[in-house]
């Protein structure tokens, strides 16, 4: 082994508390980039193989240069070609009780019909499907056979509003829509295809709409040469569909997701290096063996159900559960019970989703087996100390390390995680311990330059890794400023070895004094409530796109159970003024122009906003009232008296309504 101090890896520095074999991997891998991604990439069947590991000018990267493979060949054939032909792929359990198991044969079959089904509508490579579905099986069908043909899926999760849909659809200018009659959440029917009908009257580009009957709903609308059943097209399918060879290079879905603007950024992911990517992290990570039962808790409409329910999975040939529902419909030991029903293995959720569980009681999941478990993972969002050790000793029983992987829509998969695959550090409740092998990352100042242990700073990466998102849909541009401008390469930064650009998270870290990285939440305007992701100003411009809203303000204020809720202050036009009625007529509104999951908790009716001599809202005064906490610094407001009529907002709605609640 080479001399450690005279290495690259050296430079990563207080690594004392990595494992020997993490340590190990992740020195190989900077000594030779290209060589350790080779390696990992022969993971995958290569229809042929790449000329160039990795072409990097920066900040565009292309990895696998020249290499051709097929993502739904290598999520399905290759494992059939194993001997996985009759392994359960999925079991699918529905809220309202319906079953389905998928083996992987049942799974090729069906992705093979309906890539047929979407050739015979006319769809050719590199065509753009937009897929809004709830969670079942069609929707990772829907998505392999988009890839079998080289067509783009483009995913949107069936939470959101036909509004948001209908910006997606435009903004990716898809060909067809794939969606379902209906869906059931806590028990009511929520009519899915009304909601497409209402974005399709806001969209040009779909052409053909095709619609699973999830429900049976009798009323639903077909419009004639347009609508297909989902059945009806399945039904003179051919069972055999080609796989597309696709370059390494091509893309091979967008996935929308909100950044600091009112316009949700299309991150686009390659084929190739996208697929290397979640094969390696989810062996790396959480070291799945072929008995492993998996269950990702996520939707699939979210980059973590791209990542770790169709993709990471099914290129490990993993048996999976794909639960349609609520957690707590009809009880709140439906998880628990569906953990004891199959058995469940590897189970991994999010904070949100832990700190419920946790309301709701140790009972719940006391009155089940979970001794099958012996892996648990989270992601999303910072997990407080509390939540973890509830995880910890209530669902893993004091037996399962608790895998906290910190990634993004954008990096595809997870960049700092335990490694319980390569070598398990000593775990520490509330830290996501280090990055994998391969991944370089720092926490650094304002000014780029790396900061002491326990301060805090910003979290950027400083080398290309395959999961990389390729740029911003059609917007190249957006994709170099929004990641890449922030922070210059200087000479302070030298991890592994000086980068020529750096890529900038938007996060908040810190490291201890043994090298292990804290997740601090977000640094720029971008909120997580209850996991997802929406930025403040896509809010605030659903609010101003009614009648009677002036101006807005939105915030995020911590939650115990959902990390953050939305907060909005308001200024209305003349001629209107605050009333229960218009409040709660604004939170109607946000439900249909984002979606559900964007409801603000609170909303204060003001007559100014706390901002800047150059006209910026200061955000972070607003939330400093909201959460009850010291302004801090305000010598830049412009109107000092904005902050006193806040206060008061915030004060007299407490008063009347109780902590907050409007
Ligand atoms: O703020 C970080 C937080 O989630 C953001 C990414 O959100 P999204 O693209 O929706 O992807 C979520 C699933 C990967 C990050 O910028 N985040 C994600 N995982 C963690 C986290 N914060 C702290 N700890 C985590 N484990």
Redesign the pocket.
């Known amino acids: 082994m080479a001399e450690e101090s005279s290495s690259a890896a050296a430079e990563i520095g207080q690594q004392k508390y990595y494992g020997h074999k993490l340590k190990e991997m992740s020195r190989r891998a900077f000594e030779d980039l290209e060589n350790f991604w080779s390696e990992i990439a022969e993971n995958l069947v290569w229809f042929k193989k790449w000329d160039k590991v990795l072409e990097w000018d920066p900040p565009f990267a292309r990895w696998f240069v020249g290499g051709v493979l097929n993502a739904s060949y290598n999520a399905l054939d290759a494992n059939i070609k194993k001997g996985l032909k009759n392994k359960v792929a999925y079991f699918w359990e529905g809220e309202e009780g319906k079953t389905r198991t998928l083996t992987y044969y049942q799974l090729w079959k069906e992705v093979n019909k309906f890539a047929n089904v979407l050739k015979k509508l006319g769809v050719k490579k590199g065509d753009r499907i937009s897929i809004y579905l709830p969670m079942i099986p069609e929707l990772p069908i829907a998505m392999l056979a988009a890839a079998r043909i080289g067509a783009l899926h483009s995913v949107v999760f069936s939470g959101f509003s036909a509004e948001a849909l209908a910006n997606r659809i435009n903004d990716a200018e898809a060909k067809i829509l794939i969606t379902a009659d209906g869906l059931y959440r806590r028990g009511k029917v929520i009519p899915l295809k009304k909601n497409a009908d209402e974005a399709l009257k806001l969209t040009k580009s779909v052409e053909k709409v095709i619609v699973v009957k999830r429900v049976g709903l009798e009323d639903t609308p077909m419009t004639e040469g347009r609508d297909y059943w989902w059945d009806d097209l399945m039904k003179d399918a051919e069972p055999y569909c080609p796989p597309e060879p696709m370059e390494a290079t091509d893309p091979l879905f967008i996935l929308y997701?909100?950044g600091t603007t009112g316009k949700p950024k299309g991150v686009v992911h390659s084929t190739g290096g996208y697929l290397v990517w979640v094969w390696a992290t989810l062996k790396w990570a959480f070291d799945l063996k072929p008995d492993d039962i998996w269950w990702c808790t996520?939707d699939i409409g979210?980059?973590?159900g791209h990542s770790y329910i169709v993709y990471g999975p099914l290129l490990h040939g993993v048996t999976q559960i794909m639960y349609d529902g609520a957690p707590d419909y009809p009880a709140p030991d439906r998880w628990w019970e569906i953990v004891e029903k199959y058995g469940v293995t590897a189970l991994y959720t999010a904070?949100t989703a832990i700190r419920m569980h946790m309301k709701f009681g140790e009972q719940w999941a006391k009155k089940h087996d979970l001794s099958t478990l012996r892996i648990l993972g989270?992601?999303?969002?910072?997990?407080n100390p509390e939540a973890w050790k509830w995880y910890y000793e209530i669902i893993g029983n004091d037996r399962c390390p608790i895998i906290?992987?910190?990634?993004?829509?954008?990096?595809g998969g997870f960049m700092?995680?335990p490694a319980a695959g390569i070598d398990l550090v000593p775990l520490k409740p509330g830290s996501?311990t280090f990055p994998l092998p391969g991944i370089a990352v720092d926490v650094v100042n304002e000014d780029g330059e790396p900061v002491k242990p326990y301060e805090r700073g910003y979290l950027v990466v400083l080398a290309p890794w395959p999961g990389m998102l390729m740029t911003l849909w059609r917007d190249p541009e957006r994709y170099k400023e929004v990641y890449w401008s922030k922070f210059q390469p200087n000479s302070k930064l030298k991890f592994p070895i000086q980068p020529p650009a750096v890529y900038y998270?938007?996060?908040y870290a810190m490291k201890d004094e043994e090298g292990y990285l804290w997740?601090?939440?977000?640094a720029d305007d971008?909120i997580?409530v209850a996991?997802?992701?929406i930025g403040t100003a896509e809010v605030e411009s659903a609010f101003v796109s009614h009648p009677a809203v002036a101006e807005a303000a939105v915030i995020g204020k911590p939650d115990p159970v959902k990390g953050e809720t939305i907060v909005a202050f308001i200024i209305l036009k003349s001629g209107y003024s605050p009333s229960e009625e218009l409040r709660k007529e604004l939170r109607t509104w946000i439900r249909k122009v984002i979606g559900p999951v964007a409801t603000p908790e609170a909303i204060f009716f003001v007559s100014s906003l706390p901002k800047t001599r150059s006209g910026k809202i200061m955000r972070r005064l607003l939330k400093a009232i909201v959460s009850g906490k010291q302004l801090g610094d305000i010598t830049t407001l412009e109107d000092a008296s904005s902050i006193e009529e806040a206060k008061r907002a915030v004060e007299s709605l407490r008063k009347s309504m109780g902590e907050g609640k409007s």
């Open positions: 997701t909100s996520a979210w980059i973590t904070p989270t992601v999303g969002e910072p997990i906290d992987t910190w990634w993004q829509t954008e990096t700092i995680s996501a998270t938007g996060d997740l601090m939440g977000r971008v997580k996991g997802h992701r």
